[in-house]
C-alpha cells in the first residue's frame, strides 16, 4: 500500500489513480480528482481513521497567490502524560459521543481520547464504575488539547461514590464524596485514602453550568493505594 495526500491506497491501484491525475490535474485540484477516483472505484462510503495521522504544513495553495491555512481537526498526538494503574473498569457519559472518540479511550493504557459531540450542558455526567471496589490514592483528570485549547470542561466537580445503582436503565452513583472543581480544564486529588477510608465503588463528574466549546477528556489516570 502506498499513500497520497495523506489517504490510504493499495500498490495495485496507484497505476489507474496516478493516470487518471495525469489527465486532469490541469482541470481540478488533485485532492477532487482523487475524490472522483474512489466513486469510480465504487469506494461510495468515506472511511475515516481518528485521530489522523498525518497534519497538513504550509499555507501555500497551488493557485497562485492563495493562502490556504489548512489545520485537520481530527489531528491530536496525545499520548497519555500520567500512566495511572487504572485498574478494570466501565465508563458511561450522558454527553453524546463524536464519531469514534469513545469514552472508554480516556481511561484506557492506549492514545486514545473522548470527544463529545456538542457542548456539554448542567447536568451531564461522565462516569467511571470499578469492576472491582478501591482504595484509591491520587486521581487526575485532563481534558482539553494543544489543537482545541478551549474543549475543556469548564464547570464541572468530581465525587466519588461508595455505592451504585446499576440497571439496564441507568447508573447512579450514590453515597458520593465531594473531591473538588476542575480548574482550567484539570482536576488533580491526592491523599485520598486519609479522606476515604472506605473503598470506592465509581468517579462522577458532573457539569453544573452549560459551557459552548465540546469537551475533550483527554486522560483519566486513577492511582490506587499501595497495600504495604
Known sequence: MSMCPGKLYRSKDLEKLSQLLMMFYQEQPVDYTYLY???LMTQLQKRLRNPTLFQHQGIH???PGKIQPLKDR??????????????????FTTMKTY????????????????????APTAGDTFILVFDFP?????VVIDTGSESHPNDILESASLKASLT???????????????LGVFAGGRI??????????????????EVWKNQDAWAIIREIA???????
Open 188 to 205: 488533580e486529588v491526592k491523599g485520598m485514602a486519609d479522606a476515604i477510608k472506605f473503598k470506592v465503588v465509581c468517579l462522577q463528574v
Open 99 to 118: 464519531l469514534n472518540f469513545v469514552p472508554r479511550l480516556p481511561y484506557a493504557n492506549t492514545d486514545g481520547y473522548f470527544w463529545s459531540y456538542g
Open 61 to 63: 495553495s497551488s493557485f
Open 134 to 138: 478501591q482504595r484509591l490514592d491520587r
Open 164 to 178: 451504585l445503582i446499576k440497571n439496564p436503565a441507568r447508573v447512579e452513583c450514590t453515597n458520593d464524596i465531594d
Open 37 to 39: 477516483f474512489n466513486m
Open 222 to 228: 486513577v492511582f490506587v493505594l499501595k497495600e504495604s
Open 74 to 91: 481530527y489531528f491530536d498526538v496525545m499520548v497519555k502524560r500520567y500512566k495511572g494503574d487504572n485498574p478494570s473498569a466501565e465508563m
